[in-house]
């Protein structure tokens, strides 16, 4: 039976607080959904994923979606993880609500997304997704949206049965009618897909498509994911669940249990005793129940998420 390391340490100037960095043996291209409700997140995670794992309801413009939730597949030979959301900052939404749903969100895609898909519905104005940009730049920082951040186009099966685009392709009727959304593209420095659904080659090939412009999204960020402290704090944690439902399913005594994730690199000995008995989907499994268990918690090292700051980023008046 194959049996991988879990714990493979390397020094890293980017989490000077903690002077080692466990690698994930994963090497998921991970992708979080982000827009509003009824834009298409939930149909776009399944179109993507190539399967039907989200709930999703192509005529409802209400939320379907209500809380995050994390499904991988391996497609067109990449291994993909998709995070689907609820809409975030809806204003029937109490900053608690807000702040855990960020929470459970950044647990789901730790160590950092690769990229931020903001799905758009092509047959609807975008002063929404406007405001969700301002919003995510408001939560994760200004480089989550100049650098990891492709504005994903929904719904062209409606646009085009609206007649809306008279016969244009997407790009053309977006080019020609539809400042708005130009104005996000920009704001994402140009970095856009239409997504095709209907099944297919068409339909694979399209989501291969997504996926180059994914990687070269990575490759222009300097080959990283997207990080935080957010992330790390979230990384941290869930590699500290993660060690403590190992060391439970292999009776391994807890005496390291309550160690903080400032001393993860204390605990090297015990790690490497765990190793030689986990096998590869052993350290999946661990991972993927360590990720939930994190995902019902509060990232302390999220900014404050107030009332005000969710009006402000939606020009909303108190």
Not at 21 to 26: K, R
Not at 209 to 226: N, P, S
């Amino acid at each position: 039976m194959h049996v991988v390391s879990l714990y493979t340490f390397q020094w890293s100037d980017s989490h000077p607080e903690n002077s080692q960095v466990w690698l994930d043996v994963d090497d998921h291209l991970r992708l979080v959904l982000i827009g509003r409700s009824g834009g298409g997140k939930s149909a776009a995670g399944n179109c993507i994923l190539g399967q039907e794992v989200f709930e999703s309801h192509s005529e409802s413009f209400t939320a379907v979606t209500q809380k995050c939730d994390k499904k991988k597949a391996m497609v067109e030979g990449r291994r993909v993880s998709v995070v689907d959301t609820p809409d975030w900052f809806n204003s029937e939404q109490t900053p608690d609500e807000v702040r855990a749903q960020i929470s459970s969100c950044v647990a789901l895609s730790s160590p950092g997304p690769h990229a931020f898909l903001l799905c758009v519905p092509l047959d609807q104005p975008a002063k929404t997704e406007l405001q969700a940009l301002r919003a995510l730049g408001t939560v994760f920082g200004p480089e989550a949206v100049q650098k990891h951040t492709v504005v994903l186009f929904t719904y062209v099966d409606r646009l085009r049965a609206s007649g809306k685009a008279e016969g244009k392709s997407a790009e053309e009727y977006i080019a020609s009618q539809r400042g708005d959304l130009v104005e996000l593209v920009e704001k994402c420095r140009d970095r856009f897909h239409v997504l095709e659904k209907g099944g297919g080659r068409r339909q694979k090939q399209n989501v291969a498509e997504l996926l180059d412009k994914v990687e070269q999204t990575v490759k222009e960020a300097g080959g990283q994911c997207y990080s935080s402290p957010a992330f790390q704090e979230a990384e941290d944690r869930v590699r500290q669940r993660q060690l403590e439902i190992a060391r439970e399913r292999k009776g391994v005594q807890p005496a390291l249990a309550a160690a903080d994730a400032g001393r993860l690199s204390t605990m090297r000995k015990p790690l490497e005793q765990i190793n030689e008995e986990m096998t590869e989907d052993e350290i999946k499994d661990t991972r993927d129940e360590a990720e939930k268990s994190v995902s019902n918690t509060s990232i302390e090292s999220l900014p404050p998420v107030t009332l005000s700051s969710i009006l402000t980023c939606w020009h909303l008046k108190l």
